[in-house]
């Protein structure tokens, strides 16, 4: 399970999740930061060198690139800290996700390793045709995540960690 952590990876990190998800973009100064939209100028981000520093390496690292030209630079600082099983790549182009793949073979990446879906598409019948895991996002009601579980996809990226553990755990 991976919790999604927009602005507050902080109280993520002890959530019990297996990732934190992290929006990732330069900023107008080139900086590598944590922000879902396009950064504002006039808005400080927390830089992912500052998250580097103070994320607790128990918790594996999924990386939401929502731009291209920084892909390597950013998986290299990641693997400076985490081993390469413990990041995943979601990269909005398929030529990053090739770029990574071919740089970094041990990092899993999308859609290369797994199949991401917004959870309006994760149907029975879309998941009975996958043929790679699928990671399926952002769910936070409960007969969702059943339902998904049950469905055997292979991760759940959820604002909800509390529930999807609780869920996960009454599983049989």
Not at 20 to 39: G, M, N, Q, S, T
Not at 70 to 77: A, G, I, Q, T, Y
Not at 126 to 131: D, H, K, N, S
Request: charged share 35%.
């Amino acid at each position: 399970m991976i919790v999604s952590a927009h602005d507050g990876y902080r109280r993520w990190v002890d959530s019990g999740a297996d990732f934190v998800e992290l929006d990732i973009r330069r900023d107008h100064r080139h900086k590598i930061v944590l922000a879902h939209d396009e950064p504002r100028r006039w808005k400080r981000y927390v830089t992912f060198d500052e998250l580097l520093r103070r994320l607790d390496t128990r918790v594996g690292l999924h990386l939401d690139l929502k731009e291209t030209g920084f892909e390597l630079e950013l998986v290299h600082k990641a693997l400076a800290r985490w081993p390469p099983e413990k990041i995943v790549v979601t990269p909005d182009r398929e030529t990053s996700a090739e770029a990574i793949r071919a740089a970094f073979g041990g990092v899993r990446v999308s859609p290369i390793d797994f199949v991401t879906l917004d959870q309006r598409y994760a149907t029975a019948e879309v998941l009975a045709r996958a043929t790679k895991p699928v990671w399926v996002w952002t769910v936070d009601d409960r007969r969702e995540m059943e339902r998904l579980m049950a469905a055997g996809i292979e991760c759940l990226i959820t604002n909800r960690p509390d529930l999807a553990l609780e869920v996960r755990s009454a599983r049989p």
